[in-house]
């Protein structure tokens, strides 16, 4: 697979390895808020949650309008888009092997079936 966006997938993941900004992108998602706001849930200074807020910044998911002494937050979800968009390439590669096993877990059983009707110990591939 050809890696693209590389610095903004690390960016993108690096934000989302930590459960306090995947929180506060979660409310994000149901609208603005501002520092005070995201900061309130937790045990942490504003400026605690500024540096988290700053990180998900760099990775394009948060846009921070300032209106006097008041600093907004909205969630951008374009670029959890890039991040989908390389998790979909796994997702349809472990599919792919998942579908795979088990088709070949139902031919097993199959055989097994059919050498059980016949009274016979059932032969596996390494006997053959």
């Known amino acids: 697979m050809v890696e693209l966006h590389t610095d903004q997938i690390d960016a993108i993941f690096h934000a989302l390895s930590d459960a306090t900004r995947r929180q506060m992108l979660g409310e994000l998602a149901a609208g603005e808020r501002t520092v005070g706001q995201l900061a309130e849930p937790y045990a942490?200074?504003?400026?605690?949650?500024?540096?988290?807020?700053?990180?998900?910044?760099?990775?394009?998911?948060?846009?921070?309008e300032i209106q006097g002494r008041t600093h907004l937050c909205r969630l951008d979800p374009g670029p959890l888009a890039t991040a989908h968009e390389w998790l979909?390439?796994?997702?349809?590669?472990w599919t792919g092997k998942l579908d795979a096993l088990e088709r070949l877990l139902k031919e097993d059983d199959a055989r097994k079936a059919a050498a059980e009707k016949k009274n016979e110990k059932p032969v596996s591939k390494s006997e053959t």
């Open 44 to 64: 942490m200074s504003l400026a605690a949650a500024s540096k988290h807020i700053k990180v998900l910044e760099g990775a394009g998911l948060v846009r921070r």
């Open 88 to 93: 979909s390439f796994y997702e349809r590669f």
